[in-house]
């Protein structure tokens, strides 16, 4: 078996080998980085393919191509995987390509990265770096991709879904890129060996990926769970606790929430409604919006006192204590995170925008937007406020008509005086 053919064969198995085994989490994206790796190994290597005056064009990504679809289609057909196999077609086709294009680009009177990475000479440390930049570009374009279809689909702000795809896959794909980069070097001059020699500590570092992110998916379905508690029990709208979260999110970047911090608001969003469980009477709906401040700030407390008695869950009681904290306390206190504040006015624009409360009837944010600035500054951030109305605006929920109905209410239009007593 000649040396190019040998390289072939084995970078088929180990293609098929790291897309039989992926990092697999129930309800997220599976990486594959063994056959990413050797993809784009194969796609900047002048080991393989052998033959061919155009190797160096885009002709010699063909034979690159051909194996890595090929490899990605017989794990589908064996395993059955048919569901998720043009998305996966889709991931392997832009790995190699990414990197193959990148490498093959040649400015004029400089040879092409592909060209270089086959000599050894006194740039080989700048080549390496290069390769590395290159294989970085290639792993990490189909999550580029997969954050602005998810962007786009969940009318989000593409930066914000490009950060959280990239914090969320970032480590693997340097450790991808890093292997693809070492093997592409080695391949013209340890052959098949490449695969085994570096291939083996990232299969041994996969399962301490997967593990890390089951636990992590395990405690936010754990958070879930326990969102679902007033629900189960009559105590909230259904669902009210996703809603908000779902919402809080979005609007605290609006708010100028820091990236690190946006699990905290989610968690705390999901949870902001437990302490409802030790009332003794209901609230009509569940709705806290409708309650006076002084319940509003017994039922805050009550939730961070359960939530205090666990240590993965007490960093949050803090947080959802402030929660029932109105925002002209905050101001005169000073130590009221954004987060609090966020969770506060977007469970308050769910109470009145959905049914259960007073207002009742079919989703309506105009009335739920017009109560809370009547509100404002005296329950509500003003910042929050507007980060809210800002988000509301972008996905539709409210129209130009109506936000130029809504800014004569703003603070500033008017005066910031309470429409209820607290």
């Known amino acids: 078996m000649t040396l190019d053919l040998q390289v072939a064969v084995v970078a088929f198995l180990a293609m098929a080998l790291g897309e039989a085994w992926r990092?697999?989490?129930?309800?997220?994206?599976?990486?594959?980085?063994?056959?990413?790796?050797?993809?784009?190994?194969?796609?900047v290597s002048t080991a393989w393919p052998a033959g061919g005056a155009d190797r160096a064009g885009p002709a010699g990504l063909i034979g690159p191509l051909l194996l890595a679809c090929l490899?990605?289609?017989?794990?589908?057909?064996?395993?059955?995987?048919?569901?998720?196999?043009?998305?996966?077609?889709?991931?392997?086709?832009?790995?190699?390509l990414v990197a193959g294009v990148l490498a093959r680009v040649s400015p004029p009177g400089i040879r092409s990265l592909y060209e270089q990475a086959g000599r050894l000479d006194p740039h080989a440390p700048f080549t390496a770096l290069l390769l590395l930049g290159v294989a970085i570009l290639a792993v990490g374009a189909p999550v580029v991709g997969r954050a602005v279809v998810h962007a786009s689909v969940e009318r989000r702000s593409l930066a914000a879904e490009l950060g959280a795809h990239l914090v969320r896959h970032g480590p693997l794909i340097?450790?991808?890129a890093s292997t693809a980069a070492v093997m592409a070097l080695s391949l013209h001059v340890l052959g098949s060996a490449s695969f085994l020699l570096f291939l083996v500590?990232?299969?041994?570092?996969?399962?301490?990926?997967?593990?890390?992110?089951?636990?992590?998916?395990?405690?936010?379905?754990?958070l879930f769970a326990l969102s679902r508690l007033t629900d189960q029990a009559g105590l909230t709208t259904p669902g009210h606790a996703t809603r908000v979260a779902r919402l809080a999110v979005p609007v605290a970047r609006e708010a100028g929430v820091e990236d690190a911090d946006l699990a905290d608001v989610e968690a705390a969003a999901l949870l902001h409604d437990v302490g409802q469980v030790g009332?003794?009477?209901?609230?009509?709906?569940?709705?806290?919006?409708?309650?006076?401040l002084r319940d509003q700030r017994r039922v805050a407390a009550t939730g961070a006192a359960i939530l205090a008695r666990t240590a993965e869950l007490s960093r949050l009681a803090p947080i959802v204590a402030d929660v029932g904290v109105p925002h002209h306390w905050a101001v005169e206190r000073g130590d009221v995170a954004t987060t609090s504040r966020v969770v506060r006015v977007v469970s308050a624009y769910d109470d009145l925008a959905g049914t259960g409360t007073r207002l009742g009837g079919a989703h309506n944010p105009v009335s739920a937007m017009e109560r809370i600035l009547r509100a404002t500054p005296y329950e509500y951030d003003p910042d929050v406020v507007d980060g809210l109305i800002r988000h509301l605006v972008r996905t539709g929920a409210l129209t130009g008509s109506d936000l130029a109905r809504l800014r004569r209410l703003q603070p500033g239009a008017r005066s910031g005086a309470p429409d209820r007593a607290s």
């Open 23 to 43: 990092v697999t989490v129930p309800g997220v994206v599976r990486d594959a980085p063994l056959a990413q790796a050797t993809a784009v190994a194969l796609a």
């Open 71 to 96: 490899a990605t289609l017989a794990v589908a057909g064996v395993r059955g995987h048919w569901a998720s196999l043009p998305h996966d077609l889709a991931r392997t086709a832009t790995t190699v």
């Open 174 to 176: 340097l450790a991808t």
């Open 201 to 222: 500590p990232m299969a041994l570092l996969q399962p301490a990926v997967t593990r890390q992110r089951r636990i992590r998916e395990a405690q936010r379905q754990t």
């Open 279 to 292: 009332l003794s009477r209901p609230i009509p709906g569940g709705a806290t919006v409708e309650i006076s």
